[in-house]
């Protein structure tokens, strides 16, 4: 199965692509310029669709990581990566007739939940998003769900909580999503038969808050990891809040 990742030299991306280049045949987008000769990925911006059309050619599947990812970015930052840049994407792919792509939303989507502690949360519930981040990825979701109705592609929408090498703060503790974990979950999505889907990422949590159980049912996502084990004992330390997925 050949599988086309954009933002291939971000965080997320440093996690996952090893993963999945265990069992798929991956083409690496970045806009970055590759640090080696022959390069390890294709340097495409978002804004250009016919770069986009040439590296999705072929391919089976897209997973679409890139974009701004800063939660704090402000609308001007936004809006080209985000969602001129989205919707160039999910163009690309169709035009390339590619029938899937996972795109990573984010759990932003339903912010404002969190904030409020009104827990547990499910993809069933509105959106509400806790900033122009927020809103950038639920356009996003909206924009999957029309290219799905009316173009035959199937989307699966992942609300990716914090993917991070080891939980580090009380946040992390409940939102964390393992390297290991994100590569069942977007394993399970791509080799799903879903038409469109709306998921939250994250592990096996003890104090997790969202629900995955539709992730569990539909993409066979089983998660292995809590972020308990990082909390136990003499030795476990837990920091301030910073900027998360």
């Known amino acids: 199965m050949r599988v086309v990742i954009t933002g291939s030299m971000g965080s997320v991306a440093g996690l996952l692509v090893p993963r999945l280049a265990r069992s798929f045949d991956l083409t690496l987008v970045s806009r970055r310029p590759p640090v080696c000769d ?39 930052q936004l809006v080209g990566p985000n969602v001129t840049g989205l919707v160039n994407l999910f163009e690309a792919a169709r035009r390339a007739g590619v029938m899937k792509v996972v795109f990573a939303s984010s759990n932003h989507v339903t912010g404002m939940y969190d904030l409020e502690k ?15 981040y927020g809103v950038t990825k639920a356009f996003g979701e909206a924009m999957g769900r029309y290219y799905s109705d009316n173009f035959g592609i199937a989307v699966i929408c992942l609300r990716i909580g914090w993917a991070l090498e080891r939980p580090h703060n009380e946040v992390a503790r409940f939102m964390w999503l393992s390297p290991d974990d994100l590569a069942r979950l977007v394993t399970g999505a791509l080799l799903s038969t879903v038409r469109f889907g709306i998921y939250y990422g994250v592990s096996d949590n003890t104090q997790r808050h969202w629900a995955i159980d539709n992730a569990q049912v539909d993409l066979g996502y089983e998660p292995q990891d809590d972020s308990e084990v990082y909390f136990a004992g003499p030795e476990s330390r837990i920091d301030g809040d910073d900027d998360h997925s």
């Open 38 to 76: 022959p390069p390890e990925h294709l340097q495409i911006d978002l804004d250009d669709v016919e770069g986009l059309v040439g590296a999705c050619e072929g391919a089976d599947a897209v997973v679409h990581l890139a974009g701004e990812s800063h939660t704090f970015a402000t609308w001007d």
């Open 118 to 132: 009104q827990w547990p949360i499910g993809p069933g519930q509105p959106i509400r998003p806790d900033s122009p």
